[in-house]
């Protein structure tokens, strides 16, 4: 008996370890058919650098000479491609393309990256990182002289015009008022015609204005009534008279920095194929087309033209690095560029890049870098 309770452990105890090696199996098994969880997908390793094309915009790309005979950058497109592919361990090198021809180097492969504006026209045909700034509409036209200024609007033949009319509605109103008050009020307004009239203007000038004197008024009932009508009418009159020679002495004669509006009018100049001239062609603005910045602000600098409009930032830098800051610069607050990285359709290193992009802008020392670049506006 205790020989068979003997048999029947072992046998037992040999099924028990059989189901456990089963057991093993399966759950060895079961947790190496389990998927690995999916890692971020970097960008595919290349044995060669990177080509990154860019081509002269100050401030944005900034060519100078460097020590060794070549071509060094700065600017700020520079300054943040360095710092995002230095933490994005990114091997690259430069190569100086004409601005029309980055896009196609693009999609021809002989670049892989360019430091480019984002228009409408680029973005459907190759890929933008996330934009690093956004660049106003400016307007550089020839500094003035405020004196001579204030001098030419008073002499211009629309201020005189004004004066002539408003002198003329004095007379009026203060020869109304002597004819009321000339025998009753002779000490005020003289009885002699020339003299009466004369009185009855300088009462109807300084009324009109609100000063009131005191030395003329009224006192019959009549020269009462017509002052208390001028005082009311005077009003109205003086708001719009206010408004007239502001236009004269400010707009007309450049006082004031010029508008888009006014742009119309003026013989204007800018680089065609570009953001800037789409928005002056729709809003039917006539400009005359030169092939660099720098072209343009020569043409106003010389007289040739009235106004050159571009991107403010870029205005200003070239107007304190090779005019001496002799123009005007007027930013309109109107957006019309984006600056980016331009890559080819689909390329792997537009989400890293874009992380990393909006990682820098988001420090404080970018901030910081933007001042030390863009000059302050004149």
């Not at 707009?251 to 680089?271: A, C, E, Y």
Request: a neutral charge.
């Amino acid at each position: 008996m205790p020989r068979r309770m003997g048999r029947g452990l072992c046998l037992l105890g040999s099924f028990l370890v059989c189901i456990a090696i089963v057991c093993f199996g399966s759950l060895a098994g079961a947790q190496t058919a389990e998927p690995a969880t999916p890692m971020p997908a970097a960008p595919a390793s290349s044995d060669r650098p990177l080509v990154v094309g860019l081509s002269p915009v100050p401030p944005f790309v900034i060519k100078s000479s460097s020590a060794q005979g070549g071509s060094d950058w700065d600017g700020i497109g520079v300054h943040l491609w360095r710092e995002v592919a230095h933490e994005l361990n990114l091997d690259y090198q430069w190569r100086e393309v004409q601005p029309n021809d980055a896009i196609a180097q693009l999609n021809a492969g002989d670049l892989d990256v360019a430091l480019v504006t984002a228009t409408a026209s680029r973005v459907q045909q190759v890929d933008f990182t996330q934009s690093y700034f956004a660049a106003t509409l400016g307007i550089a036209t020839q500094r003035q002289q405020q004196v001579w200024n204030v001098v030419k609007a008073v002499l211009s033949p629309r201020f005189l015009r004004i004066c002539l009319w408003l002198s003329l509605v004095l007379v009026v109103v203060g020869f109304a008022c002597w004819l009321f008050e000339r025998h009753a009020n002779e000490d005020m307004f003289n009885k002699s015609p020339g003299r009466g009239v004369w009185d009855g203007f300088w009462w109807a000038g300084v009324t009109m204005t609100t000063i009131g004197y005191g030395d003329k008024a009224p006192k019959t009932v009549g020269g009462r009534i017509l002052a208390l009508l001028w005082m009311l009418v005077a009003m109205g009159l003086t708001a719009s008279l206010t408004a007239s020679i502001t236009s004269v002495l400010v707009l007309d004669q450049g006082i004031q920095p010029l508008r888009v509006q006014q742009l119309q009018t003026k013989q204007v100049g800018s680089i065609a194929n570009t953001t800037v001239a789409n928005y002056l062609q729709q809003e039917q603005i006539q400009f005359q087309s030169f092939a660099t910045p720098e072209a343009g602000l020569k043409a106003v600098d010389e007289g040739r033209i009235d106004a050159f409009v571009y991107g403010t930032a870029s205005l200003q830098t070239l107007n304190q690095d090779e005019f001496q800051t002799r123009l005007q610069i007027n930013d309109t607050g109107i957006q019309v560029n984006q600056y980016a990285f331009a890559l080819p359709t689909n390329s792997p290193l537009r989400k890293p890049l874009n992380q990393q992009i909006l990682q820098e802008i988001s420090e404080s020392g970018w901030q910081s870098m933007l001042q030390r670049y863009l000059p302050e506006s004149r």
